[in-house]
């Protein structure tokens, strides 16, 4: 394959249009990469099991094969003159193997750190960064001495795998304890997990940041609601405190210094009410929570992850307007669509995933605005989220 990086502007490799990145992943945040890098004009392989998923809706190729598959993965590898990936749970190790075929410019520290919450906590917690009180808990008396501890209520997880609350389990009291006791006597497993203390916190946040291995923006502060474990709604930007910002903003640093990041980072945090700013988890790509971008700031969470990946200069991103982002799930899909022609504002996103389910990442709606308290209700009036009412 020929080229197509030879530029250099300073110590950093350019990619140069017509260049092709491979994408391993084919859903919305590899659809949404693919659209931010078909304006520079770079070409773009997908891999991914589905046929027509989302990304390759939107690409110049498809290698259709499970995620890891390492023949798949040197074929995407040999095609494409760099590779990135649209979620973290990539076999990091097949990254590494296909390294002299292809530039992989996040490298593979990131996703092995942020695959494991124990090396995820203690990473935060090296560079200087708080986290909830944690311990590694591989068996059941470590549970207990865990608990021991951090008390009650406290969250356990799994140190692997988990996502949107899966794997996850709170437990408030003994009778919690003795749930965890009887699954493990039943199944014969205990999963290497960690127990974090439980964070008593006002609101939940996040914060993107992007980077090309040496500069790195931050994008603002945003508020996010879930709702059954699930991103319901983000407010852009965050009502936070001056020393909040900096504070958000300074964490952010620090762990895209230490990762040497390229690409967008996502970072999601507890705000607590005496102003403290917890990390709870990284997410090594581009987020939900970062979708607002695309209409709301002067450069998107997806194209600021394919200028950094394609060792561009980063500008910094500007709020252009306040927004609200509220996803549509499986069960949103015929209320929202029947709302497009009542509803000129909304930025109406669909992912173009053929099987609608329930829970199911669907789509999403931004709303700019100059007022995200009126622009809230208005969108939970429109009646398509009631589903998700307390
Ligand atoms: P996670 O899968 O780690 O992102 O957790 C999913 C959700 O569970 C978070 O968005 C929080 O609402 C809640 N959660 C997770 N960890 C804690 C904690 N240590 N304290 C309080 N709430 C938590």
């Not at 140069?16 to 931010?36: D, E, K, Y």
């Not at 304890?177 to 974090?196: A, C, H, M, N, Y």
């Not at 964490?251 to 999601?268: C, V």
Request: proline share 5%.
């Amino acid at each position: 394959m020929p080229s197509l990086s030879e530029e250099t502007s300073g110590s950093i490799t350019m990619l140069q249009p017509g260049a092709t990145i491979g994408i391993v992943g084919g859903g919305q945040l590899g659809r949404m990469m693919a659209l931010a890098a078909k304006y520079h004009g770079f070409r773009i392989g997908v891999l991914d099991p589905t046929p027509d998923c989302p990304t390759a809706q939107v690409s110049d190729f498809q290698i259709v094969a499970e995620y890891d598959d390492r023949k798949a993965i040197h074929e995407l590898a040999e095609r494409s003159d760099v590779l990135t990936y649209e979620f973290e749970n990539v076999d990091a190790d097949a990254l590494d193997e296909v390294r002299g075929k292809t530039a992989v410019p996040q490298g593979t520290d990131l996703l092995r750190v942020t695959q494991d919450r124990v090396f995820e906590k203690q990473f935060i917690n090296d560079h200087g960064t708080q986290t909830a009180p944690w311990r590694q808990v591989d068996d059941f008396d470590q549970l207990v001495r865990a608990i021991n501890d951090l008390g009650y209520p406290a969250v356990l997880k799994t140190r692997r795998g988990g996502y949107d609350g899966h794997g996850q389990l709170v437990l408030h009291s003994d009778d919690d304890l003795d749930i965890v006791r009887k699954r493990e006597q039943d199944t014969g497993i205990f999963p290497p997990s960690i127990l974090e203390g439980f964070v008593d916190f006002a609101f939940e946040a996040s914060i993107l940041i992007s980077g090309n291995g040496k500069d790195f923006v931050t994008f603002p502060i945003v508020r996010n609601e879930h709702r059954h474990n699930i991103l319901h709604l983000t407010i852009a930007p965050a009502t936070v405190d001056d020393e909040v910002a900096q504070e958000t903003e300074a964490l952010a640093l620090r762990l895209a210094n230490g990762f040497e990041l390229a690409g967008t980072l996502a970072i999601e945090l507890f705000i607590t009410k005496d102003n403290k700013v917890i990390v709870n988890e990284l997410a090594p790509r581009p987020h939900n929570s970062g979708h607002y971008t695309i209409e709301a700031c002067s450069i998107s969470q997806f194209d600021a992850h394919i200028r950094g990946i394609a060792g561009w200069p980063l500008p910094k991103p500007e709020l252009l307007s306040p927004a609200v982002m509220a996803n549509v799930l499986g069960q949103h899909v015929a209320p929202t669509r029947a709302m497009i022609g009542a509803h000129p504002e909304w930025n109406l996103h669909d992912y173009g995933k053929a099987e609608i389910k329930h829970n199911r990442k669907m789509g999403h709606v931004t709303v700019l605005t100059s007022d995200t308290a009126s622009a809230v209700s208005e969108l939970e009036a429109t009646g398509c989220w009631s589903d998700l009412e307390d």
